[in-house]
C-alpha cells in the first residue's frame, strides 16, 4: 500500500509563505497531487507533479524529489482565502491509476 | 472543462433506510469513477473504484454488499448505501478521470450524509 504523510494543521499570517511537506512511500509511483479542499466542498485541483523538480503556478509551487519520496506546496502572498485543508495525493501504477490521498493539512490564515 | 454533477449535495435519512447517491459526467465519458469517503477533519478514504460494465473494486474494510456501486453507463454512477446506520454518515464524494492526463480527475461536489 501507500503511505502519505503530512503535517495535520499549520498557521501563517496573512502576506506570508509558507511551505506544506509531504512524504510518502509507495510502489509503481506515477504522480504526486496536490489539492485545496474548503470545508463541506470537493477538492479542487492544484498542481501536478510526475518528475523531479519546481512546478511554479501564480501564487502556488510544488515541488518533488522522486528519490526522497517527497514533495511540498508553497503558497506565496497568503491571502486570507487560503485558509483551507491541503490534500497531497499519490497515483500509482494499478487498476485505473486510482489516487491515495494523505491526511491532509489545515492551513491557518490569520491577519 | 469536465465537470462531474454529483446529487444529492445533503441528505437525512432513517436508520435501516437506503439512500442513492448519483454522479454524472456532463460533458465526457467517465470509465472509471472513483467513490471516497471523508469523515469530519479527515482526508478522502478511497471505498471503491468502479468501471463502467463491470463490477467494482472495492478496497479493504469496504462492505460490498453495503455500498452497493452501479456503472452502467459511461456518463452515470451510483453509489447506494443500504440499511444506514448513523456510523454510515459521512461526506461521500465521487471523482472520475476525464482524460488520459495529469489534471484528468474531476470531482463532483459531494454528499453529506446523515442517519439519525
Known amino acids: 500500500g501507500q503511505n502519505i504523510d503530512q503535517p495535520t494543521e499549520m498557521t501563517a499570517t496573512e502576506g506570508a509563505i509558507v511551505q506544506i511537506n509531504c512524504t510518502y512511500q509507495?510502489?509503481?509511483?506515477?504522480?504526486l497531487f496536490w489539492y485545496q479542499q474548503h470545508a463541506g466542498e470537493a477538492p479542487t485541483f492544484l498542481s501536478y507533479?510526475?518528475?523531479?523538480g519546481l512546478e511554479e503556478k501564480g501564487r502556488f509551487s510544488s515541488f518533488l524529489s522522486r528519490s526522497k519520496g517527497y514533495s511540498y506546496l508553497l503558497l506565496k502572498e497568503l491571502q486570507m482565502k487560503d485558509s483551507a485543508s491541503y490534500l497531497c495525493?499519490?497515483?500509482?501504477?494499478?487498476?485505473?491509476?486510482?489516487?491515495?490521498f494523505g491526511g491532509g493539512t489545515r492551513l491557518m490564515v490569520k491577519p | 472543462g469536465a465537470v462531474v454533477s454529483q446529487h444529492p449535495s445533503w441528505v437525512i435519512c432513517k436508520s435501516g433506510t437506503s439512500v442513492k447517491i448519483e454522479c454524472r459526467s456532463l460533458d465526457f465519458q467517465a470509465t472509471t469513477m472513483f467513490w471516497y469517503r471523508q469523515f469530519p477533519k479527515q482526508s478522502l478514504m478511497l471505498m471503491a473504484t468502479?468501471?463502467?460494465?463491470?463490477?467494482?473494486?472495492?478496497e479493504q474494510g469496504v462492505e460490498k454488499d453495503k455500498f452497493l456501486i452501479n456503472h452502467a453507463s459511461l456518463t452515470l454512477s451510483t453509489l447506494t448505501v443500504t440499511s444506514a446506520h448513523p456510523e454510515d454518515s459521512s461526506f461521500y464524494i465521487c471523482?472520475?478521470?476525464?482524460?488520459?492526463?495529469?489534471?484528468?480527475?474531476?470531482f463532483g461536489s459531494g454528499t453529506r450524509l446523515t442517519v439519525v
Open positions: 471523482s472520475a478521470r476525464a482524460e488520459q492526463g495529469h489534471n484528468g480527475y474531476t
Open positions: 468502479s468501471n463502467e460494465g463491470s463490477k467494482a473494486t472495492y
Open positions: 507533479n510526475v518528475l523531479d
Open positions: 509507495t510502489s509503481g509511483f506515477n504522480g
Open positions: 495525493a499519490v497515483r500509482v501504477y494499478n487498476a485505473g491509476n486510482m489516487l491515495t
